[in-house]
């Protein structure tokens, strides 16, 4: 992937954030969109071979637009300053936990786990680990998870103990969380080595416990309801 032609390109584009700028340079958006692209497509067989889970998929398939919904929004500027991939089964779509690799000028990261998950997704996530507290705080107390994300994002967090759980629990903390996800920034210099597909996976393999986690906790909830297909 040549990355310099990405970051080049979003950097402009966050400076021209407009119509007229962007259908002037649509070839330069594509040229940079076919980079993210071919380096997705060399991510998702390798994180195949350390995610079982993960089935065959294309990068289309888990590239996000780069048009905003600016409908409800009071910033109107009409493009994402980044480009974005969610790899999970399913799709970019997915309900289940995956592996994210966002690209923005000064702002890149590769993160993972879920964000914004279904109501009764995060309450059977919250059950699991109410559940198998002993079994989920070595995953992210581990010293590999420590190292790349430091430890989960805590993006509005509750300040309560969620319904239908008890505040006297020890760990009551691990179960505020309304996203279980984690971050690791990454600088422009990172991205735009010849080793940046290597370092993510390394990454990514660090993540791959806290996934499993929440993988087994929706496959219990998809099997209470009696769905064995995977829902989007």
Request: proline share 5%.
């Amino acid at each position: 992937m040549n990355a310099e032609i990405v970051i080049e390109f979003l950097s402009e584009l966050q400076q021209n954030n407009n119509r007229d700028w962007f259908q002037s340079n649509k070839e330069y958006y594509l040229e940079a969109k076919n980079e993210v692209e071919a380096f997705v497509n060399h991510l998702i067989p390798a994180l195949m071979k350390i995610d079982k889970t993960i089935l065959p998929l294309t990068a289309k398939e888990c590239m996000f637009r780069i048009y905003k919904d600016i409908r409800f929004s009071t910033d109107k500027s009409p493009y994402k300053i980044n480009f974005g991939a969610y790899i999970a089964r399913g799709g970019r779509k997915s309900i289940f936990p995956g592996y994210y690799v966002h690209f923005e000028n000064d702002n890149s990261f590769l993160s993972g786990g879920i964000y914004m998950p279904q109501p009764e997704v995060l309450k059977a996530i919250r059950k699991e680990i109410f559940e198998n507290i002993d079994e989920f705080k070595p995953i992210i107390q581990n010293e590999s998870f420590k190292k790349y994300f430091g430890a989960m994002d805590d993006e509005s967090k509750l300040s309560r103990a969620p319904k239908d759980f008890p505040a006297d629990f020890p760990d009551i903390d691990l179960l505020k969380f309304k996203n279980y996800f984690c971050i690791h920034p990454v600088k422009n210099k990172l991205v735009n080595s010849d080793k940046y597909l290597e370092y993510s996976i390394n990454v990514f393999k660090a993540m791959l416990p806290l996934n499993k986690f929440l993988n087994e906790a929706i496959e219990k909830m998809l099997e209470s309801k009696g769905e064995e297909e995977i829902i989007l």
